[in-house]
């Protein structure tokens, strides 16, 4: 795959929704030492300080049905965990569907967007990373964290993209060969938040329950307190 890389830009995502609208090929990286407009999931902003944190997106034109779309951002949250997991005896952890956590609190996130028109129908897997900011902004400071934050160290920021994109490239492979359990099983053995008491908000609903698992379709499955069980599409997950 191709890494394209930039000092600045919007948006990584913008960007590689644009290349793709062009023709860009399947599996080339867009990459930005800074972003202007760095998004979020929800229409949220993501915080995007030059040159300390990695900023990046992945294009895919996956042969997949609609129903398993969903599928790809936890191939990327588990590519993302178990890369960071390799370069150190760190302790990320996946908080569903697509955050990742440092000693609970949030060290990465991913933002999926689907193609659907156009000529190059795909997806564009967007990925953010503190990796050596040594702080943050006081609206966020509570919540997020960085690795040097956490460890105190400098981790060599390209070397941890690389291995990203390595485990993107092979999950990617074992999703295109049908074998979605697999990636279930491993987002099980990277998260703490299953059988634990969390607060769901879906639409402007809030609901308390324990969190039981993924289903076969990365839905989680839900014990409410009111002893229904649902699974959930989407959502807010906060730990209670
Ligand atoms: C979230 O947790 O809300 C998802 C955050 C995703 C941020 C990344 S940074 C690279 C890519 N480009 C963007 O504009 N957003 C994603």
Redesign the pocket.
């Known amino acids: 795959g191709k890494i394209i890389a930039y000092d600045q830009v919007?948006?990584?995502?913008?960007l590689?929704k644009n290349l793709l609208f062009q023709g860009a090929e399947e599996g080339a990286v867009v990459l930005?030492d800074s972003?202007t407009?760095?998004?979020?999931?929800?229409g949220?902003s993501?915080y995007?300080e030059p040159d300390t944190?990695l900023?990046?997106?992945l294009i895919l034109k996956p042969t997949l049905d609609q129903d398993e779309i969903p599928h790809l951002t936890l191939m990327a949250a588990v590519a993302v965990v178990e890369a960071l997991n390799q370069i150190d005896s760190q302790n990320a952890t996946l908080k569903w569907p697509?955050?990742i956590l440092l000693n609970n609190r949030?060290l990465?996130?991913?933002?999926s967007e689907q193609v659907v028109d156009g000529p190059h129908p795909g997806v564009v897997i967007?990925?953010?990373l503190n990796v050596s900011q040594a702080g943050f902004p006081e609206d966020i400071a509570g919540l997020a964290t960085s690795i040097l934050i956490e460890t105190g160290t400098h981790p060599a920021r390209y070397e941890l993209l690389i291995n990203i994109i390595r485990n993107l490239y092979s999950y990617y492979q074992i999703l295109l060969e049908d074998n979605v359990g697999l990636i279930l099983s491993h987002w099980r053995q990277n998260t703490r938040m299953l059988g634990t008491p969390i607060l769901l908000r879906h639409g402007n609903r809030t609901h308390s329950g324990i969190a039981m698992d993924l289903d076969d379709d990365g839905r989680l499955v839900v014990h409410l307190d009111s002893g229904e069980e649902i699974a959930f599409e989407s959502g807010e997950v906060t730990l209670r």
Not at 37 to 42: N, T
């Open positions: 919007d948006s990584t995502n913008d590689a930005a972003q407009k760095g998004k979020g999931r929800l949220r993501w995007s944190g900023y990046f997106s697509n955050d949030k990465g996130g991913i933002l967007g990925i953010g």
